[in-house]
């Protein structure tokens, strides 16, 4: 790096002082109520097919004892108690809300022996070493304030022989789904989600969170240094959308 060149600043939702962790809480809290169905009327119902296809990376193992890091309202913890029937599930999140809001879903589904909900911080998780047959993040890891420290974090909790399955949003490059997918993040969908939710900021951070993420080859890359095996990339959705899968 020259002397000209500075770090790029990280992308965060409000633009404060205050860090992205704090920020991304603060954000998640405030549109938690109208996250689930922004989700879906956003995504066109797809984002659902999203998660089964990511899950289905882990019906082979049949894993007993699953984490779930970002849980949010435990869509993908629901649906993984339902397809791959484990003993148990530990959603975490720093946004309370959104686990509120989950654990009413759990409640209605009659899961609460398999799922338990907690806050917590995926650069700091609680577990011992090897306490996973199982790591799912669904729509997360781009929020992580460091991405490195929160991936290492569930390469040390997973068990080994066990498989970290990772769904993200990514950059399509097909003209001209490409242009129509950037005018429709960059411009509709922060308006409807600021007419929905009324955070103004929370759907433009989504673009910009998307834009600098380091998708495909390049995260590929970062779960081999980080000791990850096999690591794979699943393309989803014309590039919308990536699964990525490695084991430890």
């Given at each position: 790096?020259?002397?000209?060149?500075?770090?790029?600043?990280?992308?965060?939702?409000y633009?404060?002082?205050?860090?992205?962790?704090?920020?991304?809480?603060?954000?998640?809290?405030?549109?938690?109520?109208?996250?689930?169905?922004?989700?879906?009327?956003?995504?066109?119902?797809?984002?659902?097919?999203?998660?089964?296809?990511?899950?289905?990376?882990?019906?082979?193992?049949?894993?007993?004892?699953?984490?779930?890091?970002?849980?949010?309202?435990?869509?993908?913890?629901?649906?993984?108690?339902?397809?791959?029937?484990?003993?148990?599930?530990?959603?975490?999140?720093?946004?309370?809300?959104?686990?509120?809001?989950?654990?009413?879903?759990?409640?209605?589904?009659?899961l609460?022996?398999?799922?338990?909900?907690?806050?917590?911080?995926?650069?700091?998780?609680?577990?011992?070493?090897?306490?996973?047959?199982?790591?799912?993040?669904?729509?997360?890891?781009?929020?992580?304030?460091?991405?490195?420290?929160?991936?290492?974090?569930?390469?040390?909790?997973?068990?080994?022989?066990?498989?970290?399955?990772?769904?993200?949003?990514?950059?399509?490059?097909?003209?001209?789904?490409?242009?129509?997918?950037?005018?429709?993040?960059?411009?509709?969908?922060?308006?409807?989600?600021?007419?929905?939710?009324?955070?103004?900021?929370a759907?433009?951070?989504?673009?910009?969170?998307?834009?600098?993420f380091?998708?495909?080859t390049?995260f590929?890359?970062?779960?081999?240094?980080?000791?990850?095996?096999?690591?794979?990339?699943?393309?989803?959705?014309?590039?919308?959308?990536?699964?990525?899968?490695?084991?430890?």
């Amino acid at each position: 790096m020259t002397n000209d060149e500075t770090t790029p600043a990280p992308v965060t939702p409000y633009r404060s002082d205050a860090g992205k962790k704090a920020e991304v809480e603060r954000m998640f809290d405030k549109i938690a109520p109208k996250y689930d169905l922004l989700n879906r009327v956003l995504s066109l119902g797809i984002d659902v097919s999203w998660r089964k296809k990511a899950l289905e990376y882990l019906s082979p193992a049949r894993p007993q004892e699953i984490l779930d890091v970002a849980t949010g309202t435990a869509d993908v913890a629901i649906m993984a108690a339902k397809m791959l029937k484990p003993q148990k599930i530990v959603g975490i999140d720093i946004a309370n809300m959104m686990l509120d809001f989950g654990r009413e879903k759990i409640k209605k589904e009659g899961l609460e022996q398999t799922i338990t909900l907690e806050t917590g911080d995926c650069e700091q998780l609680r577990f011992s070493d090897a306490s996973f047959d199982a790591v799912t993040v669904a729509f997360g890891v781009r929020n992580f304030e460091n991405l490195e420290k929160g991936l290492s974090e569930m390469f040390r909790v997973l068990r080994p022989g066990g498989r970290v399955v990772i769904l993200e949003f990514s950059k399509p490059h097909v003209f001209p789904f490409k242009q129509l997918y950037n005018s429709y993040f960059k411009y509709v969908l922060p308006l409807v989600g600021r007419l929905t939710s009324r955070d103004v900021r929370a759907y433009s951070y989504l673009y910009e969170s998307v834009q600098a993420f380091p998708e495909g080859t390049d995260f590929l890359n970062i779960l081999t240094q980080l000791g990850y095996q096999h690591p794979v990339c699943k393309r989803l959705t014309l590039g919308i959308c990536s699964i990525y899968s490695a084991t430890k």
